[in-house]
């Protein structure tokens, strides 16, 4: 991996990390574009700049998040379905981490975003801000987050279906995907740094920096975009995308 590399991976972690397409998945496409082979090195790089991902998030929601302990809350029950199962599964999900998987979860999570869509109906009460939701709920955002545990899921779209269907309307199941993605990017990543810390050079260290100031820089302007986005459109788009991307790369592949 090079300096090219890691600008063309940064920017492919901060668009694709809150938008509904997988960013795993779009990585690990990416990657395979490139000509990267999967390392330590390379597995630690694509989640430790998530970290630039995340600061943009937090800068955007600073304030909500410095004023309500209770979504912070909120936030950690709905974080720990994923944080149980990602600490006994760890193993056998790494071994799903290939093309093939994540072009046909594109496809079948492509399929569920547009039937969701077709299905979806405003309701007069549905919940409209993130600090609303019951703690029930939150954890059963949780448990559709875990789902995201197998590359080409998306864990901002696992997390938004969860949210549609567990009465929140589209932008208050969006900014808690954005939120929730705090403690669970979070605790992914410093398991990787933890992990695989005494591997890294000094050169990789100047690759994770690029890669972390572009994904940071990318991410923001996405959020901001998808919030924008959202408040006039369905994510029936995001699905037909996922479809298209996900039937290419399946005709590269076999």
């Known amino acids: 991996m090079d300096l090219l590399d890691a600008v063309i991976l940064g920017v492919v972690e901060g668009v694709t990390e809150f938008l509904p397409i997988s960013s795993t998945?779009?990585?690990?496409?990416?990657?395979?574009?490139?000509?990267?082979?999967?390392?330590?090195?390379?597995?630690?790089?694509?989640?430790?700049?998530?970290?630039?991902?995340?600061?943009?998030?937090?800068?955007?929601?600073?304030?909500?998040?410095?004023?309500s302990l209770e979504l912070w809350k909120k936030l950690i029950a709905a974080f720990i379905p994923t944080g149980i199962l990602g600490l006994l599964l760890h193993h056998y999900v790494e071994e799903l981490f290939s093309p093939l998987v994540v072009s046909v979860m594109l496809i079948?999570?492509?399929?569920?975003?547009?039937?969701?869509?077709?299905?979806?109906?405003?309701?007069?009460?549905?919940?409209d801000?993130?600090?609303?939701?019951?703690?029930?709920?939150?954890?059963?955002?949780?448990?559709?987050?875990?789902?995201?545990?197998?590359?080409?899921?998306?864990?901002?779209?696992?997390?938004?279906?969860?949210?549609?269907?567990?009465?929140?309307?589209?932008?208050?199941?969006?900014?808690?995907?954005?939120?929730?993605a705090i403690p669970t990017m979070l605790a992914a990543t410093g398991f990787e740094l933890v992990k695989n810390a005494s591997s890294l050079s000094g050169g990789h260290f100047v690759l994770l920096g690029v890669g972390f100031v572009v994904a940071m820089v990318s991410a923001f302007a996405a959020v901001k975009w998808l919030l924008n986005f959202i408040k006039s459109h369905t994510f029936i788009p995001f699905g037909i995308y996922r479809i298209i991307v996900g039937l290419i790369f399946l005709l590269i592949l076999l």
């Open 25 to 67: 998945g779009h990585m690990i496409l990416a990657s395979y574009l490139l000509g990267i082979k999967q390392s330590a090195f390379t597995k630690t790089f694509e989640i430790a700049i998530q970290l630039g991902a995340i600061l943009a998030v937090v800068f955007i929601y600073r304030e909500k998040l410095s004023k």
């Open 108 to 127: 079948v999570w492509g399929v569920i975003f547009i039937v969701v869509e077709l299905l979806y109906k405003e309701r007069e009460h549905q919940i």
């Open 129 to 180: 801000r993130p600090e609303e939701i019951s703690y029930a709920k939150a954890i059963g955002i949780g448990l559709f987050q875990s789902l995201a545990m197998i590359p080409g899921t998306s864990r901002s779209g696992a997390t938004i279906i969860g949210g549609l269907l567990l009465g929140m309307n589209r932008v208050a199941a969006t900014e808690f995907s954005f939120l929730l």
